[in-house]
């Protein structure tokens, strides 16, 4: 089933999208202080209307509205203030015609009273008689019952990610338990005769272990469980049965390394070998992450990533972050990226048919974004650090100029 040519990353995404099946996901049900973050697995009614009685919305007295009919400074209404209502307590009485209550923000209006008048907009006559200058309407600075939530109303839909507001809006209407979608344990491997673990001290011909604290903080961000396997040297036994090992316990496998003609296609056939579908693409027509992999194992994704820490996070961004959100159960996520308008710095040129995505930081310069291009090659390190964001080059055009407005996509 591999396709031969180089596809767009939309195109790559979409093959292994269609060649997944569906499969229920595990759930658990947690204490919502253990939920921040967490993918819902089903909608959440709210149990009760909320608020659950009539509150006022400013620092004033409740009153009868008709009573203010009329009313201004030079012709005012005169209310007795018998009561006062504390915060936290249900009035034991009911307010009569041309009565008031002194009220503060939040508590509860009596029965009778279906208004409030601000503080401002009156004057104290004496211990239990106020004047009002202005009159409200029904309703007027007040919050009525169940108009922010009705029972049983949607509060947050299925597949959102728990923000810490969502959180708070459970604990409002006196949920204390969720049930959400287990995070995906994804294992992580790093492959490669020059790759040594990062506190080796680094001898000629040596690389350290970048990778795989990319993608172990790239897939904790997104929801998975981190499973790192270690680093395994170009050998087609080891390399299959970490994968092999990788595959009875975890729901995607990431491979770092081993995917360009160097290593003369091995991760490619070790994933043909091992099952179908095997490799769905081996290669992206994009610019860094040309030598991508992607494949699929008894329903577990497979990705083989470049070697280059830069390119690793572009090929992660573009095609395994979506392919994540699948098996974490994110389906509402409206907004996955935050982007803002720039104007690029330098002429940037691009070939045709290739999607190129360029590496930036943003100076705010009279009032507008400039993004700056780092321009380098995707095996340095220090792109990555510098990097704030990325500007792309879709396949149809040929490059941008100094000045143009791009859209960049934060980090």
Same mark, same amino acid.
């Given at each position: ?90 009035? /034991?009485? %009911?307010? #009569?015609?041309?009565?008031?209550? &002194?009220? +503060? ?6 029965? =009778? !009273?279906? $208004? ?31 108009? /922010?939530? %009705?029972? #049983?109303?949607?509060?947050?839909? &299925?597949? +959102? ?6 959180? =708070? !809006?459970? $604990? ?33 011909? %040596? ?16 929801? =998975? ?187």
């Amino acid at each position: 089933m591999l396709n031969k040519e180089f596809l767009l990353p939309a195109e790559a995404l979409k093959l292994i999208m269609n060649n997944i099946k569906k499969a229920d996901l595990a759930l658990e049900v947690l204490k919502i202080e253990n939920c921040y973050g967490r993918i819902i697995a089903d909608d959440v009614l709210s149990p009760e209307d909320l608020p659950n009685f009539p509150r006022s919305t400013v620092d004033g007295y409740a009153i009868i509205s008709s009573d203010t009919y009329g009313a201004s400074e030079t012709s005012p209404t005169y209310i007795d203030v018998k009561y006062e209502i504390p915060m936290g307590v249900a009035p /034991d009485f %009911k307010l #009569n015609k041309l009565e008031g209550a &002194k009220i +503060s923000t939040g508590a509860m209006l009596p029965t =009778g !009273a279906d $208004a409030v008048i601000m503080l401002e907009n009156t004057q104290i006559i004496s211990s239990d008689m106020i004047e009002i200058t202005k009159s409200v309407a029904s309703g007027e600075n007040v919050i009525q019952k169940g108009e /922010d939530l %009705k029972m #049983n109303e949607i509060l947050i839909r &299925k597949g +959102s990610k728990l923000r810490a507001q969502d959180i =708070g !809006a459970l $604990a409002a209407v006196g949920i204390t338990e969720i049930k959400v979608y287990k995070k995906p344990p994804v294992s992580i491997i790093s492959t490669g005769d020059e790759i040594i673990p990062h506190h080796l001290p680094v001898s000629l011909g %040596k690389i350290r272990d970048i990778n795989s604290f990319t993608l172990a903080g790239l897939v904790k961000e997104n929801g =998975g469980i981190a499973l790192k396997r270690g680093i395994v040297i170009d050998d087609y036994k080891m390399i299959r049965d970490i994968i092999e090992k990788s595959l009875s316990d975890s729901k995607m496998i990431l491979i770092s390394g081993g995917t360009s003609a160097g290593t003369k296609d091995m991760v490619a056939k070790i994933i043909d070998d091992i099952g179908g579908p095997g490799v769905l693409f081996h290669g992206l027509s994009i610019r860094p992450g040309k030598p991508m992999i992607g494949g699929i194992v008894d329903n577990v994704p497979i990705f083989g990533l470049p070697g280059h820490p830069v390119a690793v996070v572009i090929c992660f961004d573009l095609i395994v972050r979506p392919i994540l959100n699948l098996l974490t159960g994110l389906t509402n996520d409206k907004f996955p990226y935050r982007t803002i308008k720039a104007k690029i710095a330098k002429n940037i040129p691009s070939a045709a048919g290739r999607e190129d995505h360029i590496r930036v930081f943003i100076e705010e310069k009279d009032s507008e974004f400039i993004a700056h291009p780092l321009l380098g090659k995707s095996g340095l390190v220090s792109l990555l650090v510098k990097g704030e964001g990325t500007v792309t080059i879709p396949p149809n055009k040929t490059g941008v100029n100094a000045g143009d407005e791009v859209e960049v996509k934060i980090f």
